[in-house]
C-alpha cells in the first residue's frame, strides 16, 4: 500500500480513529479484520450523508478487509434516540423487514456484496432470556449511560427516556461480542455507542475493536447535518436529474467535503480544487458539476450521468420546459374547492407529502408560468400552464 493510499484510509472521511496506534498495528499485520457497521433500519432509504462510511468500508474491503453488516432489526423496534430530544416510536417486524430489503439494495450500490456477511440481531438476541438482559445491565451503571449527551440534556430537561433507549447502547454494544468485532464505524453522534462495545468486548475477555469515527455531512442547506427529515438529504436512489440538480443547490463551502469524502478524486487534485476556491481562480458552479456527474454515474452509469448535467443545463440554466411533463387535470366544480394546490402536488407525485407541498408554497418554489404562487389556492383559481415546483420538477395542469 502507498503513503498516498495509507494516508487516505486514514484520514479521508474520518474524524477520529480510537485508538489509532492499534489501528494501523492490525492494518500493517496482514490480517484480515472484521469490518462492523450496523444499520437501524426506522427508515428505508440511504442518502450521500450515510456514504461517508459506506466508501470507507468499500476501501477497506479492497485492501482485503471483511464487512460484517448487522441488520438492527431488534434495536430499531426500541429506536436509537442519537441526536433526538424525544422518545421514538417502535416498529413493527413487517415495517422492519420491509426498510431492511430496501436499505440493502441500495447498500450494495457501494460496497462489495461478495466481501460483505449480513447477519441481524435477531440471530443472538432470539433466545436472550431475562436472565440474560439482567446480566449484560450488569455491566455498565445508569451514570455511565447518563453521560451520553443526548440522554443527559433530556435528563436535565424532564424530558422522558424510556428504559427501552438506555438497553440500546448496551444492544449495540453487544453486537460487537456477538460478531467479534475488529472495528466499528460510524457518524460522530455514534460515537458513544461504539466505545460502549469497545468496553463490553473487554469485559468479556476479548480484544477491543477499533472505532472509526465518520464526520456528519451537512445537507444541501451547508447548515445542519443531512436528513430526510429536515428535506436537506440527497438520496443515492433518487432519479439522476434529481441527485444532480440538488448537488448543484450545495453552497461553495461544501464543495470540498463532497469530493474528499464522497468521490475518488485524488488527494493531489483535491487540494488543487482547495488553492483554486481560495483564490477564486475557477468557477465553484463548474467544480459543482464535475462532483455532481461523479456521484451520478456512481449510483447509476455514465449515461445517466451525462443525461443528467445536460437536463440541468437545459432547463435550469436555460430554462427551458422538458419534452415530457407529468400532467394533471385541473377538477371542475363543486369539487375544485374543496382540493387545493398542496393536494395536486402531492397527488401528482410531484412532493411526498402535503407539508413539503405546502412548505415549497410557502418559500415561494412554486411557479405556474413564471409567476411564484404563494398561497395554498383552490384548484377552481388555478389555471392551465405549467408548474414549476423548486427548479427540477414540471407539472403541466390542464
Request: neutral net charge.
Amino acid at each position: 500500500m502507498t503513503l498516498t493510499a495509507r494516508n487516505d484510509v486514514l484520514t479521508r472521511g474520518v474524524k477520529e480513529i480510537i485508538v489509532e496506534k492499534e489501528f494501523i498495528q492490525r492494518l500493517d499485520s496482514g490480517k484480515p479484520m472484521r469490518l462492523k457497521m450496523g444499520f437501524d433500519p426506522s427508515a428505508p432509504d440511504i442518502h450521500v450523508g450515510h456514504t461517508v462510511g459506506l466508501r470507507k468500508l468499500r476501501q477497506l474491503q479492497e485492501l482485503g478487509h471483511k464487512v460484517i453488516l448487522i441488520v438492527g432489526d431488534w434495536t430499531a423496534q426500541i429506536g436509537d434516540p442519537s441526536g433526538r430530544s424525544q422518545t421514538r416510536k417502535m416498529l413493527s417486524v413487517e415495517e422492519v423487514n420491509s426498510n431492511a430489503q430496501t436499505y440493502l439494495d441500495q447498500f450494495f450500490k457501494i460496497v462489495d456484496r461478495e466481501q460483505t456477511e449480513i447477519r441481524r440481531q435477531s440471530e443472538w438476541f432470539g433466545p436472550f432470556t431475562l436472565s440474560n438482559v439482567i446480566e449484560l445491565t450488569r455491566k455498565f451503571t445508569v451514570a455511565q449511560i447518563l453521560a451520553r449527551d443526548d440522554f443527559a440534556k433530556r435528563y436535565a430537561e424532564n424530558q422522558p427516556i424510556a428504559i427501552t433507549e438506555l438497553l440500546y447502547p448496551l444492544l449495540q454494544a453487544y453486537d460487537s461480542v456477538a460478531i467479534k468485532s475488529d472495528v466499528e464505524f460510524g457518524g460522530t453522534d455514534q460515537r458513544f455507542n461504539l466505545l460502549v462495545g469497545r468496553e463490553l468486548q473487554q469485559s468479556e475477555g476479548m480484544s477491543p475493536q477499533q472505532c472509526f469515527i465518520m464526520p456528519l455531512l451537512l445537507g444541501t442547506d451547508g447548515i445542519q447535518k443531512m436528513s430526510k427529515s429536515l428535506g436537506n438529504y440527497i438520496g443515492i436512489a433518487e432519479p439522476p436529474n434529481e441527485i444532480f440538480g440538488k448537488v448543484m443547490s450545495i453552497p461553495d463551502t461544501l464543495i470540498v467535503p463532497y469530493y474528499e469524502w464522497l468521490t475518488d478524486t485524488p488527494t493531489s487534485e483535491i487540494e488543487e480544487i482547495k488553492s483554486e476556491l481560495s483564490s477564486a481562480s475557477s468557477n465553484p458552479m463548474e467544480l459543482k458539476k464535475k462532483v455532481a456527474q461523479i456521484l451520478v454515474e456512481d449510483y447509476y452509469d455514465a449515461e445517466a450521468s451525462l443525461a443528467a448535467s445536460a437536463f440541468f443545463e437545459r432547463t435550469v440554466q436555460g430554462r427551458e420546459v422538458p419534452d415530457k411533463v407529468t400532467e394533471f387535470r385541473i377538477p371542475v366544480g363543486k369539487d375544485s374547492k374543496e382540493i387545493r394546490l398542496s393536494n395536486i402536488l402531492l397527488r401528482s407525485g410531484m412532493t411526498k407529502s402535503a407539508g413539503e407541498a405546502r412548505r415549497l408554497i410557502n418559500q415561494g418554489a412554486v411557479r405556474l408560468d413564471e409567476t411564484p404562487i404563494t398561497e395554498n389556492v383552490e384548484a377552481n383559481l388555478l389555471r392551465p400552464g405549467i408548474l414549476r415546483i423548486g427548479k427540477r420538477r414540471y407539472l403541466r395542469l390542464l
